[in-house]
DNA sequence: ATACGATTTTTTTTT
DNA sequence: AAAATCGTAT
């Protein structure tokens, strides 16, 4: 039974702008709904008209909760049903599991034991604490182990409710005597958190789900209020969100979308059996399939479909293109990296002349060091291009820095921060702050403390009065560029060029940018959120004129998800480079749809690079195996470019 | 206790 | 090639 609107226009328009399935899609009512969709089959168009659809038939934009993978799409989706309903969908949530999350225990913190000015802790944060951790007590034995695997035991536990001796056993057995150590640790990261008022990146998921289990109240009231939960890309989330999304059901209908074929988030615990079981575990659901594929030649989508049929644990899926038929895709043998990225230039400038603007290509990779002989080329060429994933612009230790003393300042409580800009600080190391920590920690405005110097270190240290000063004429400002500038000007600049004099002009154009994109929120508190949770919307926000200009995209598969381009090149086809290594047959499937995303991102000319003599891996020149994905692919579905002699051999 | 230089290790992918 | 870790001098 459809939902119902009263706009005729608007039924007209779905029945004349969706296909049958789409249309179906869009209108469905039902408790539960499944959209199994293969790629470029317009599954995110689908969802957004549905979503159109619902708020048409009466239901407000409030009423609704739209999940994503990244901040990107969930403000790409919003963009479009703005189009679709000609207004701003002012209260309508959308964003990624961790984003909503995190404004739901923002409003809800006490009930978790923080307050709503919570620091969120990145990967690193989490395991400088944890670090601390280890260090603090008798746990030598636990250095033994190898580094960050701590932080990955725990995580792993938590996100995919396992003990940490099941965690040990199956994935390191070698360390299982440590399963007490690490428990302990375990416990004291958890209380530590809560101390400093923070959150890491899966407390947002597993707070959420504890705050709508343990408050049957709240729960409720977000059942009652969120009508329609829709979910994009469900292949990739992971047990906490898949419970997140069960609590929802009975009061809201749950409508998800997604494509098993595309599940490469493994890594970060994506529960397949998440979008594989999900008809069974709602009742009354209602699976709609979309397999008519709107972006890629036939010719292309043969190829994805001969590669992916070489997973055994994939369903079996056909794909239809729509489109009329182009040409085979290219299989490239080249000699080296070198050539690889000269190779690329030239295309780039034919497909160019061509008529195929540069933002209609794209080079993707497996992993982000493979595009870099391409960065090189495409500058020497004047080729204009952005790069995608492997971004590490809040990981460069200048704006980490500025961000600590924001934290500092945002959430006073904050160790982690505290700790960065204290030591920092010519004169002052480890011993020096845990000394001013245990003081520090129990005063009741921190900050004030050390501008008031109630609180300082025993001996005389240069670079406390530095930090005295950059705290006190940092708080006293309210605007976060200003607060930036205040912090730069009382003593971070000095710092920065001490420490970094090669670089120190561009570390400060990077801080500026920092400080720019602040000028756009009201508060620290909402500005540290944005970081931490998407720097894409950072990145492209601040991105200059120059930048913005039209560009070839360069971006990891990851990245690329959700995207197209009229031609696409997938370099670095080695084996030990895409496939990365793998060690069992899980693993492989999972590059193996990692390929097959990377190559349904074509519309029309792609091409597949490999080459022999493959000099990138670590430990001098190895012989380069193509790559078994290529290997392993029929030779009717691409064909060879001739390579000329001369430059090429 | 810190700073600095020598040595070792490390390479996915992202919220 | 760059960063984390280790060792030694201050």
New binding site residues.
Partial sequence: MPLCSNDLDWEERLKQELNEAQYRFATAEAPAILGLAGPGSGKTRALVYRAAHIIKCGVSPHELLLLT????AAEEMKERLHRLLGFWPEDLWAG????IGARLLRRHAAHLNRQSNFSIL???DSRAML?DLVKLGDNERI?LI???LLASVISHCRNADLSIEDVLEEFYPQYREYAGLIRQLYEQYQSRKEAANAFD??DLLLGWLELFTREPSIRESYRRRFKHVLVDEFQDTNLVQGRIVDLFAGESSICVVGDDAQS??A??FAEIENILSFPKKYPGCLVIRMEQNYRSTPEIVALADCSISFNRGQLPKKLYSCRRSGEKPWVVGLRSALQEAWFVGERIQELQRSGIPLREIAVLY????LATELELELVRRGIRYRT????KFLQ??HIKDVLAFLKVLCNPRDEVAWRRIV?M?????????E?LWSSLKEAPDPVQAVVRGEVA?SRRVG?WENLRRILAAASSEREVPRTIEALLREGYQDILLKNYPDQFEERLRGIERLAAYGARFDSLEPFLEALS????LFMEATASDEERRESVCL?????AKGKEWEAVFIIGLNDGHFP???RDEA?LE??RR?FYVAVTRTRRYLFLITYWDDRRA?GGAAVGTPSLFLRELPANCYQIFPVGEGYLY
């Fill in positions: 993978f990244t901040n990107k990624t599991f961790h984003s990145d990967e690193d670090k250095l190898k580094r960050g990146f899966d490469i988030y890594f970060r497996r992993s982000s060091y995608y994933g492997g971004l460069k230790a030591t600080q010519p004169g002052m190391g480890p011993a020096g702050f000394k270190p670079g949770l998407e720097e894409v971006s990891t598969v990851h990245s990365g290594r793998w693993e999972e590059e990692l670590w």
